[in-house]
Nanobody, 124 residues
Framework: QVQLVESGGGLVQAGGSLRLSCAAS????????MAWFRQAPGKEREFVAG????????GYADSVKGRFTISRDNAKNTVYLQMNSLKPEDTAVYYC?????????????????WGQGTRVTVSL
């Protein structure tokens, strides 16, 4: 069992930056692929960024490529999402997810464990 707790959300002006963190419990965190998804009001949950168990493979949604960076620190059981040049359309609840099979994934159905989410609001 893995428990995920997100933090770092908040209100920021367009053009600003935030760093989200996802702290995971469990001794096997380093084996898990991790990802960030987001869900805006009235929209479906969408993939934002993912990272393999080793950190050597990463993937991004086209809408955030070049602005967001996913990383992980297996010694701290934590995955991060650095978000730069934020836009109002990035406003959403951001969720951390874990997949025990380790390879980079983009589909929400592949992920076994989910956090409760952290809200990001980007104002004009």
């Amino acid at each position: 069992q893995v428990q995920l707790v997100e933090s770092g959300g908040g209100l920021v002006q367009a053009g600003g930056s935030l760093r989200l963190s996802c702290a995971a419990s469990g001794r096997t965190f380093s084996n898990y692929a991790m990802a960030w998804f987001r869900q805006a009001p009235g929209k479906e949950r969408e993939f934002v960024a993912g990272i393999s168990w080793s950190g050597t493979s990463t993937g991004y949604a086209d809408s955030v490529k070049g602005r967001f960076t996913i990383s992980r620190d297996n010694a701290k059981n934590t995955v991060y999402l650095q978000m730069n040049s934020l836009k109002p359309e990035d406003t959403a609840v951001y969720y951390c997810a874990a997949d025990p099979f380790g390879a980079l994934q983009r589909e929400a159905s592949e992920f076994y464990y989910w956090g409760q989410g952290t809200r990001v609001t980007v104002s004009l």
